[in-house]
């Protein structure tokens, strides 16, 4: 069945300091989503990927899908308190990746 | 309210005995997932609706977990004769419809079930 790896499991940062979580699929994907989990929290939907290449900004966070469409990353600038969670890649399969959790400290 | 909403929140029992939860959806979304989710994992999809046909099923969900969406609105899962594996949050999600199997996911806040 369709794998979704997430590296790394787990990252620490200094508020100011970049952040990036990867996502890989061992199969090709015809859509990437990600979410945010805060702690106690569900998951909320940040964005929804489609084409090869796709490049997609959300003010601090940019988010791309592969030209092969097997692989995604999010990268978040310049990190705040307020992205500490998990963050989650999903395929259009409805497969959840493993989770990125991200700390930052002041 | 507008968003998804699941009951009971909390659930504790005994081995051995059945437990339900429901599920009501956001009221235009056709399309109804339920996801089961464990400490420092991801949501494990279990099955999904598309109005009242279950459409998917997880050939890792038991013979004793079965959900219901009779009336294509509210859904019920329910496990007979837990066992403390089934320990977890169950998460359910609505989704308006679209030609893709995929669309963005509204989540519920979630079930937590802790079987004793």
């Known amino acids: 069945g369709q794998q979704v790896m997430q590296i790394p499991q787990y990252q620490h940062v200094q508020e100011g300091e970049d952040f990036t979580t990867y996502c890989n699929s061992s199969?090709?994907?015809?859509?990437i989503q990600w979410y945010k989990q805060r702690p106690g929290g569900h998951p909320v939907f940040l964005i929804q990927l489609v084409k090869s290449g796709e490049v997609k900004k959300q003010k601090r966070l940019t988010f791309q899908f592969g030209e092969a469409k097997k692989n995604s990353s999010l990268h978040i600038t310049a990190t705040q308190t307020t992205d500490v969670g998990t963050y989650f890649c999903?395929?259009?399969?409805?497969?959840f990746g493993t989770g990125t959790r991200l700390q930052v400290t002041l | 309210d507008t968003g998804v909403s699941q009951n009971p929140r909390h659930k504790i029992t005994k081995r051995g005995q059945n437990v339900t939860f429901r599920c009501d959806p956001i009221?235009?979304?056709?399309?109804l997932y339920w996801y089961r989710q464990t400490l420092g994992q991801g949501p494990e999809f279990l099955t999904y609706?598309?109005?009242?046909?279950?459409?998917?099923k997880s050939r890792l969900l038991s013979d004793r977990f079965s959900a219901e969406r009779p009336k294509g609105s509210f859904s019920t899962l329910e496990i007979q004769r837990t066992e403390q594996g089934d320990s977890a949050m169950y998460l359910c999600a609505s989704s308006p419809i679209g030609h893709q199997l995929s669309g963005e996911l509204f989540f519920g806040e979630g079930s937590r079930l802790t079987v004793l």
């Open positions: 609706f598309q109005n009242e046909a279950q459409l998917e």
């Open positions: 009221s235009e979304h056709n399309r």
């Open positions: 199969t090709t994907l015809s859509n």
């Open positions: 999903a395929t259009g399969k409805l497969t």
